[in-house]
């Protein structure tokens, strides 16, 4: 079964970034959608980035209140997906969750909290 380890979170300035791994147990070059998904305290999860493959080529997509500031990679040699955030506002405060979909199986990861505070 497909695991997934997040890391990176912390406690950050407004303004300041962060870089979010995503670690998975077995290789992700066959898998076609992964994202990350973020819960801030009494709100519902929501989708933040996803990254297709096609092939040889990638697609990024972004909800909008991330788009411009977050980047999301992936590294199938190391097996790990990432999430650059700059600009980070304290309406960015979460935790933070990895999830990748393999063969119509859904899969997510543990969380990472991330912090924006003064």
């Known amino acids: 079964q497909l695991q997934l380890v997040e890391s990176g979170g912390g406690l950050v300035q407004p303004g300041g970034s962060l870089r979010l791994s995503c670690a998975t147990s077995e290789s992700i070059g066959s898998i076609l959608t992964m994202g990350w998904y973020r819960q801030a305290p009494g709100k519902l999860r929501e989708w933040v980035a996803q990254t297709s493959s096609r092939g040889s080529v990638n697609f990024e997509n972004y909800a909008d209140s991330v788009r411009g500031r977050f980047t999301i990679s992936r590294d199938n040699a190391k097996n790990t997906m990432y999430l650059q955030m700059t600009g980070l506002k304290p309406e960015d405060t979460a935790v933070y969750y990895c999830?990748?979909?393999?063969?119509?199986?859904?899969?997510w990861g543990q969380g990472t909290q991330v912090t924006v505070s003064s």
């Open positions: 999830n990748a979909n393999k063969l119509g199986t859904t899969y």
